[in-house]
């Protein structure tokens, strides 16, 4: 996989870039000349390198983009440095992949990390001799296809269910006796007839929606290769009957995870399914709130899908380049920045000698780095580019159940055939 203007990676890649480009939104800000630099320097010593990240509400004075300025002074180049929305910047890869103008170091969510690595956009960690054995398997494997590693987590976040504490005092329930399927049903019905309402979570039919099903459908046992098993049925049971009961609301169905936590921070949730990136809003809510993991089906934690992003190295027609690329990749993972790196973006550090310090110094954290250790990236167990396949069908599925036009088994039987067709 040494270039992408001749070989055989082009005629694929043209097709993904067509996929992608009809499915989404592309801004129509131009890339300000960030690829060039990557195209038209050459050498590993000296220059300018590009990188491209998914975080364009940091500017040049906050700290992200300071330790991205610092890891380039320390390599010896001139970082130049774009944040693009995330859907926009999978498109503008793609692009500028096909065009050989791809930026040095791409930060990419994880999800996104197979597409890229099958269309020939990546360099695998084999290639560019990036070390991730501290790293965490089951957040590493987000970044696999086939027997290769594309790049290393910056971080990760994930799902856990927040609790409002003077609701459940209210309707006798001890969040700590929360652990498994059974007693959140309890505390929910507890919690309906005090007067309050049960739990709220994202059930919309778009990504978001599978995102916050999955820790229920894995926590049952379930396998996204086989959505229609007991495992899944019941976990699709589950959040029907909540709502059937009235422990959730009809308006889950059209619920984002934004939307989802305004319902909860009006106080009248006993619990709420949410990310990290909710702690601060938490702190405003002004009504005392905990956080436990949501349970798995018959107790312990359920593994909830990762979020964050991958640190990559994308193809290069000059290979030279990957030396100083290595090196930026490397700073911007080392323990040493991993700490405030992971601050800033709200995220649990990949490897658990920085989580320990992480809870050290924030033991409210101590509940998310649980997560984190038991959650599973959307595309492991080999999925890659197949998930967004299996994805879809299952929101559906999920949309079909709760609206009441299917029952879960008819749902989730038909989104099988849906995903199994797709795949093939």
Same mark, same amino acid.
């Given at each position: 996989?040494?270039?992408?203007?001749?070989?055989?990676?082009?005629?694929g890649?043209?097709?993904?870039? $067509? %996929?992608? =480009? @009809?499915? #989404? /939104?592309?801004?129509?800000?131009?890339?300000?000349? !960030?690829? +060039?630099? *990557?195209?038209?320097?050459?050498?590993?010593a000296?220059?300018?390198?590009?990188?491209?990240?998914?975080?364009?509400?940091?500017?040049?004075?906050?700290?992200?983009?300071?330790?991205?300025?610092?890891?380039?002074?320390?390599?010896?180049?001139?970082?130049?440095?774009?944040g693009?929305?995330?859907?926009?910047?999978?498109?503008?890869?793609?692009?500028a992949?096909?065009?050989?103008?791809?930026?040095?170091?791409?930060?990419?969510?994880?999800?996104?990390?197979?597409? $890229? %690595?099958? =269309? @020939?956009? #990546? /360099?695998?960690?084999?290639?560019?001799?990036?070390? !991730?054995? +501290?790293? *965490?398997?089951?957040?590493?494997?987000?970044?696999?296809?086939?027997?290769?590693?594309?790049?290393?987590?910056?971080?990760?976040?994930?799902?856990?269910?927040?609790?409002?504490?003077?609701?459940?005092?209210k309707?006798g329930?001890?969040?700590?006796?929360?652990?498994?399927?059974?007693?959140?049903t309890?505390?929910?019905?507890k919690?309906?007839?005090?007067?309050?309402?049960?739990?709220?979570?994202?059930?919309?039919?778009?990504?978001?929606?599978?995102?916050?099903? $999955?820790?229920w459908?894995?926590?049952?046992?379930?396998?996204?290769?086989?959505?229609?098993?007991?495992?899944?049925?019941?976990?699709?049971?589950?959040?029907?009957?909540?709502?059937?009961?009235?422990?959730?609301?009809?308006?889950?169905?059209?619920?984002?995870?934004?939307?989802?936590?305004?319902?909860?921070?009006t106080?009248?949730?006993?619990?709420?399914?949410n990310?990290?990136?909710?702690?601060?809003?938490a702190?405003?809510?002004?009504?005392?709130?905990?956080?436990?993991p949501?349970?798995?089906?018959?107790?312990?934690?359920?593994p909830?899908?990762?979020?964050?992003?991958?640190v990559?190295?994308?193809?290069?027609?000059?290979?030279?380049r990957?030396?100083?690329?290595?090196?930026?990749?490397?700073?911007?993972?080392?323990?040493?920045?991993?700490?405030?790196?992971?601050?800033?973006?709200?995220?649990?550090?990949?490897?658990?000698?920085?989580?320990?310090?992480?809870?050290?110094?924030?033991?409210e954290?101590?509940?998310?780095?649980?997560?984190?250790?038991?959650?599973?990236?959307?595309?492991?167990?080999?999925?890659?580019?197949?998930?967004?396949?299996?994805?879809?069908?299952?929101?559906?599925?999920?949309?079909?159940?709760l609206?009441?036009?299917?029952?879960?088994q008819?749902?989730?039987?038909?989104?099988?055939a849906?995903?199994?067709?797709?795949?093939?």
């Amino acid at each position: 996989m040494k270039s992408l203007d001749k070989g055989r990676h082009a005629a694929g890649l043209g097709l993904v870039v $067509l %996929a992608v =480009a @009809g499915g #989404l /939104t592309a801004c129509s800000s131009q890339p300000d000349g !960030t690829g +060039a630099s *990557s195209a038209g320097a050459s050498g590993a010593a000296g220059g300018t390198y590009t990188i491209w990240d998914p975080y364009p509400q940091f500017d040049d004075s906050s700290e992200w983009v300071k330790l991205l300025s610092q890891c380039g002074t320390q390599a010896g180049v001139t970082v130049k440095r774009t944040g693009y929305d995330t859907t926009d910047l999978t498109n503008k890869a793609l692009l500028a992949a096909q065009q050989a103008n791809s930026p040095d170091v791409l930060i990419v969510d994880n999800p996104v990390v197979s597409t $890229l %690595a099958e =269309a @020939g956009v #990546l /360099t695998s960690t084999d290639e560019t001799k990036i070390d !991730t054995s +501290a790293v *965490s398997p089951n957040l590493l494997a987000a970044g696999r296809l086939g027997d290769k590693t594309y790049g290393i987590p910056i971080g990760a976040n994930t799902l856990a269910l927040y609790y409002n504490k003077e609701v459940l005092k209210k309707a006798g329930v001890d969040a700590d006796e929360v652990k498994d399927w059974a007693s959140l049903t309890a505390a929910l019905e507890k919690v309906k007839a005090a007067g309050k309402k049960g739990i709220t979570f994202a059930a919309i039919g778009t990504e978001e929606g599978s995102f916050q099903f $999955l820790p229920w459908f894995w926590g049952a046992g379930a396998q996204l290769t086989q959505l229609d098993s007991p495992q899944g049925v019941a976990a699709l049971s589950l959040w029907t009957d909540w709502v059937k009961k009235g422990y959730a609301p009809n308006s889950v169905i059209n619920n984002t995870q934004t939307t989802s936590w305004q319902e909860f921070a009006t106080g009248e949730y006993a619990f709420g399914e949410n990310g990290t990136w909710q702690l601060a809003n938490a702190k405003k809510t002004g009504f005392d709130y905990g956080i436990i993991p949501i349970p798995a089906k018959d107790g312990g934690t359920a593994p909830a899908p990762t979020g964050g992003e991958f640190v990559t190295i994308p193809v290069q027609r000059d290979t030279s380049r990957y030396d100083v690329s290595r090196k930026l990749v490397t700073c911007l993972a080392s323990t040493e920045n991993s700490l405030t790196t992971d601050t800033t973006l709200s995220y649990i550090a990949p490897t658990e000698q920085v989580q320990a310090e992480q809870v050290e110094r924030n033991p409210e954290l101590k509940v998310w780095v649980e997560a984190v250790k038991a959650a599973k990236g959307r595309t492991s167990d080999n999925l890659g580019t197949k998930y967004p396949k299996i994805s879809e069908p299952m929101w559906k599925a999920m949309q079909a159940a709760l609206s009441g036009s299917q029952s879960p088994q008819e749902a989730l039987t038909a989104a099988q055939a849906t995903a199994a067709s797709a795949v093939q």
